[in-house]
């Protein structure tokens, strides 16, 4: 009887699975490396910055990103193992890996699309605003599993499907509970005004915020953007008080969106120092330069 050829895809599949995680991989490596070094990502829109600032960007206290980096890295490497093992003299040993390996295809692919389908959702219903980065990472990661399922000759359907079924139910009870704080009412009550700031201004840092709030310089911002906390966090809780600062998300306390829509806006926080908009993060003794601040400086 003559064996029945094994279609292309099944053929191409491995190296398809290792092209696409090493694309995620460079998306979500390039988010990381924007979160870790408090920049801006490159968008033709405010939305990256929105989305990659809010609450939902941050695990554990490490970007997100960082996690969607080594998952990419492990489905790749999931993918290229077996190539490493010389057919002719460990063909046995080969099959092994390519079995396991294709176990740990779909457990890792499933998890991947199911939690970037359940991101997708709070991208578009939970922070409004749309990330190119991340729309490209979850069509990777689902590109993934519709690959794992399609490139492989499952033997037993049934327990593919049950497997499927396991992982996706913990990977959803899993993204609930890591950010059911979030929606917690304690999580809503700071969130409407932004978190609380744990670090204590020094005298100079008072002295800063006052002076630029006296050369009617503003901070531009939003309740739920990491790099508004952090910004203040430098300044301290009663130096943070002293500032001219502009809420821009209308569900924030005291919010001014109008404002922060003629000053133009993109993203989160901005400073308007003399006119002029300077956007991200800056250190204290930049700002104290760039608004003629001549007081000490021991921040």
Same mark, same amino acid.
């Given at each position: 009887?003559?064996?029945?050829?094994?279609?292309?895809?099944?053929?191409?599949?491995?190296?398809?699975?290792?092209?696409?995680?090493?694309?995620?991989?460079?998306?979500?490596?390039?988010?990381?490396?924007?979160?870790?070094?408090?920049?801006?990502?490159?968008?033709?829109?405010?939305?990256?910055?929105?989305?990659? =600032? +809010?609450?939902?960007?941050?695990?554990?206290?490490?970007?997100?990103?960082?996690?969607?980096?080594?998952?990419?890295?492990?489905?790749?490497?999931?993918?290229?193992?077996?190539?490493?093992?010389?057919?002719?003299?460990?063909?046995?040993?080969?099959?092994?890996?390519?079995?396991?390996?294709?176990?740990?295809?779909?457990?890792?692919?499933?998890?991947?699309?199911?939690? +970037?389908?359940?991101?997708?959702?709070?991208?578009?219903?939970?922070?409004?605003?749309?990330?190119?980065?991340?729309?490209?990472?979850?069509?990777?990661?689902?590109?993934?599993?519709?690959?794992?399922?399609?490139?492989?000759?499952?033997?037993?359907?049934?327990?593919?499907?049950?497997?499927?079924?396991?992982?996706?139910?913990?990977?959803?009870?899993? =993204?609930?509970?890591?950010?059911?704080?979030?929606?917690?009412?304690?999580?809503?009550?700071?969130?409407?005004?932004?978190?609380?700031? +744990?670090?204590?201004?020094?005298?100079?840092?008072?002295?800063?915020?006052?002076?630029?709030?006296?050369?009617?310089?503003?901070?531009?911002?939003?309740?739920?953007?990491?790099?508004?906390?952090?910004?203040?966090?430098?300044?301290?809780?009663?130096?943070?008080?002293?500032?001219?600062?502009?809420?821009?998300?209308?569900?924030?306390?005291?919010?001014?969106?109008?404002?922060?829509?003629?000053?133009?806006?993109? +993203?989160?926080?901005?400073?308007?120092?003399?006119?002029?908009?300077?956007?991200?993060?800056?250190?204290?003794?930049?700002?104290?330069?760039?608004?003629?601040?001549?007081?000490?400086?021991?921040?």
């Amino acid at each position: 009887m003559r064996k029945r050829s094994q279609p292309w895809i099944q053929r191409k599949s491995r190296f398809i699975i290792a092209a696409i995680s090493a694309l995620g991989a460079v998306i979500t490596a390039y988010l990381a490396i924007t979160a870790f070094t408090d920049g801006s990502a490159a968008c033709p829109t405010d939305g990256c910055d929105k989305v990659l =600032s +809010s609450p939902y960007a941050v695990v554990f206290g490490l970007p997100l990103a960082l996690f969607g980096f080594l998952a990419y890295v492990a489905m790749g490497v999931f993918a290229v193992s077996p190539w490493l093992i010389n057919p002719e003299s460990n063909k046995s040993q080969r099959r092994t890996v390519e079995d396991w390996t294709w176990r740990f295809l779909l457990i890792g692919s499933v998890a991947m699309g199911v939690f +970037s389908a359940y991101l997708m959702y709070i991208m578009v219903f939970e922070i409004q605003a749309l990330c190119l980065y991340c729309v490209a990472s979850a069509i990777c990661a689902l590109a993934l599993l519709g690959l794992t399922l399609v490139g492989q000759d499952w033997e037993d359907i049934g327990q593919v499907i049950f497997t499927g079924i396991i992982v996706a139910f913990i990977t959803f009870v899993g =993204s609930l509970a890591i950010y059911s704080p979030i929606h917690s009412p304690t999580a809503e009550t700071e969130t409407s005004s932004g978190y609380a700031i +744990s670090t204590t201004s020094t005298p100079d840092s008072i002295a800063l915020a006052q002076h630029l709030r006296e050369r009617g310089i503003k901070m531009y911002g939003a309740f739920w953007c990491d790099f508004c906390q952090r910004q203040k966090e430098l300044f301290g809780r009663e130096a943070a008080e002293e500032l001219d600062y502009v809420e821009c998300d209308a569900n924030g306390v005291n919010p001014n969106p109008a404002a922060c829509q003629a000053a133009g806006i993109q +993203s989160y926080p901005s400073w308007e120092i003399d006119g002029e908009l300077q956007a991200g993060m800056i250190p204290l003794n930049e700002l104290a330069d760039l608004s003629g601040y001549t007081g000490s400086r021991d921040f």
